[in-house]
């Protein structure tokens, strides 16, 4: 799996445009995830986004992750799930979703870098590096840097993507710093030009 360039969806944040409009131009710009992440939204909406979703990923072999609903997962056929700290353990969704599945793991310390290795996840979202207003973050987990992606990749053996604040700009930092790619919501969902940022993305991480 390509961890590269990751988006993160999120309608809320897209300027009046619906999750498959910006999910287009971001497969038009070369991004190697989708994360379908819809928070607030009721299952049944999550589970008709994800569905109109996965056959422009399927067809571009782009990666589709649902953000903690593994049952959306599995109705979609979706490639796997990203988990935090309030969903199911990794052993459980593992279960659930069986052997193939792509499974990632939330975490913002070296402890929690190895827990997730142990409990069998397959790779990493480390977070937040950089100051984000896209999601409410506890301070702890708040701005970690790039000295926190070194610790952790000096801990892990996982691939991961660095997430928080990720722009253009900075993303190459972060890969440098020991991430395999990086992660990002507002970065391409709120760009005047999905496309183009993520283009720009996709090029700052193949630079680093």
């Known amino acids: 799996m390509e961890l590269g360039t990751y988006l993160v969806?999120?309608?809320?944040?897209?300027?009046?445009?619906?999750?498959?409009?910006?999910v287009e131009a971001a497969i038009e710009g070369g991004v190697d995830v989708v994360q379908v992440r819809e928070k607030g939204r009721p299952?049944?909406?999550?589970?008709?986004?994800?569905?109109?979703?996965?056959?422009?990923?399927e067809a571009a072999?782009?990666?589709?992750?649902?953000?903690?609903?593994?049952?959306?997962?599995?109705?979609?056929?979706?490639?796997?799930?990203?988990?935090?700290?309030?969903?199911?353990?990794?052993?459980?969704?593992?279960?659930?979703l069986g052997?193939?599945?792509?499974?990632?793991?939330?975490?913002s310390t070296v402890a929690g870098a190895r827990r997730a290795e142990t409990a069998g996840a397959?790779?990493?979202g480390v977070g937040t590096i950089y100051e984000t207003g896209s999601k409410d973050v506890a301070d702890e987990e708040s701005q970690l840097g790039t000295e926190r992606v070194r610790a952790i990749d000096d801990a892990?053996?996982?691939?991961?993507?660095?997430?928080?604040?990720?722009?253009?700009?900075?993303a190459s930092d972060v890969?440098?710093?020991?991430?395999?790619?990086?992660?990002?919501?507002?970065?391409?969902?709120?760009?005047?030009d999905p496309?183009?940022?993520t283009r720009r993305l996709v090029d700052a991480v193949e630079r680093a």
């Open 43 to 57: 299952a049944r909406e999550q589970l008709s986004v994800a569905r109109e979703i996965r056959p422009l990923t």
């Open 122 to 124: 397959d790779y990493l």
């Open 9 to 22: 969806t999120g309608a809320s944040l897209s300027s009046g445009r619906s999750t498959r409009t910006v």
């Open 99 to 107: 052997s193939e599945a792509v499974i990632g793991r939330s975490v």
């Open 175 to 192: 890969v440098a710093a020991g991430a395999d790619g990086v992660a990002v919501l507002s970065a391409i969902t709120r760009a005047d």
């Open 61 to 96: 072999g782009v990666t589709l992750i649902i953000n903690d609903r593994v049952d959306v997962a599995r109705a979609v056929d979706a490639d796997g799930v990203h988990l935090g700290d309030d969903d199911l353990p990794v052993a459980v969704a593992r279960e659930q």
């Open 195 to 197: 496309e183009a940022a």
């Open 156 to 170: 892990v053996g996982l691939p991961f993507v660095g997430i928080g604040g990720v722009t253009a700009e900075n």
